[in-house]
């Protein structure tokens, strides 16, 4: 017999170029208000029965469901935040809101349907050409999409669930909850998969079958780093005479250099985290 033990709740999608919630999509901040628009993810339920816990999708929220005993409990709480930030990670939806369960999430988890993948209905950020009088430009649209989180994504990294591994989703998830900061955050992030190696040259050996690209690397670590040409959010402060490069982080996603670095800061360490999951897995 399972019963609700947490809720979480999004009120937005992370910082990124990739994704937003859907664009007609209302949150409430008051009780009193009604949420409107598409849903963000329609009723259904996914099992981990290995951990004695049902997670129930509902719209913006996930209500935790498990077996009220002592050690499934404990298990449970050993999870709960990796697997919240993993969650948050793959969906690009910010589950940042904690609450508790409400009455009628007692009866629902016998009525919406059991799947292995879960759907989130998101817009997509389309970059798109526009031509005036022979001169052509690009705008920023935004697309309908549906994102997928396979419960072997789940259970994959709940098996190969590594502290260096769940450092670099939360340094990532900084990065994307203070964007002023971001450079710094995601250069933690690959950090501590490289510290989970002890080098560099051990890391490019054991990631390598898996895509790891070290010129990549070799950019954020510049980007971070660089003190003769330095951007203005690295970690050092530039050498003498050196010139500042300007990172405007208020608007990250128009100003075309801005953008550029945060899209390579942000590729770089997805990818990094992806392929250090499937070296896990892989072990």
Not at 24 to 38: A, C, L, N, Q, S
Not at 50 to 65: E, S
Request: aromatic residues 12%; contains cysteine; glycine residues 4%.
């Amino acid at each position: 017999m399972v019963k609700p033990y947490f809720c979480i709740q999004a009120s937005s999608s992370i910082m990124n170029p990739h994704y937003e919630l859907p664009t007609d999509r209302i949150i409430k901040m008051y009780p009193h208000e009604e949420e409107k628009g598409t849903k963000i993810v329609k009723p259904c339920k996914l099992s981990l029965r290995k951990y004695g816990l049902i997670l129930l999708f509902n719209d913006n929220r996930i209500i935790f469901f498990t077996e009220c005993n002592d050690t499934t409990i404990q298990k449970v709480n050993t999870i709960f935040e990796p697997l919240r930030y993993f969650i948050i990670y793959k969906s690009f939806v910010n589950y940042n809101v904690d609450s508790w369960p409400q009455e009628e999430d007692a009866s629902l988890i016998n009525e919406v349907p059991e799947v292995d993948t879960v759907l989130f209905n998101l817009s997509q950020i389309v970059k798109k050409q526009i031509e005036d009088k022979g001169h052509k430009g690009y705008y920023y649209d935004m697309e309908p999409c549906v994102l997928k989180l396979k419960r072997q994504d789940i259970e994959d990294f709940l098996v190969t669930l590594n502290y260096n591994l769940v450092l670099a989703i939360c340094y990532y998830l900084m990065g994307c909850e203070n964007p002023k900061y971001f450079l710094i955050e995601n250069y933690k992030c690959v950090e501590a998969i490289k510290n989970h190696f002890g080098n560099n040259k051990s890391m490019q050996q054991k990631l390598e079958s898996y895509g790891f690209n070290m010129s990549d690397y070799r950019k954020l670590y510049r980007y971070a780093n660089d003190e003769r040409k330095p951007l203005s959010i690295g970690r050092h402060a530039p050498k003498k005479n050196a010139q500042l490069l300007y990172i405007d982080v208020k608007h990250l996603l128009e100003e075309p250099k801005s953008r550029q670095v945060f899209e390579d800061s942000e590729r770089i360490c997805r990818s990094m985290i992806d392929m250090f999951i499937l070296y896990l897995k892989g072990c």
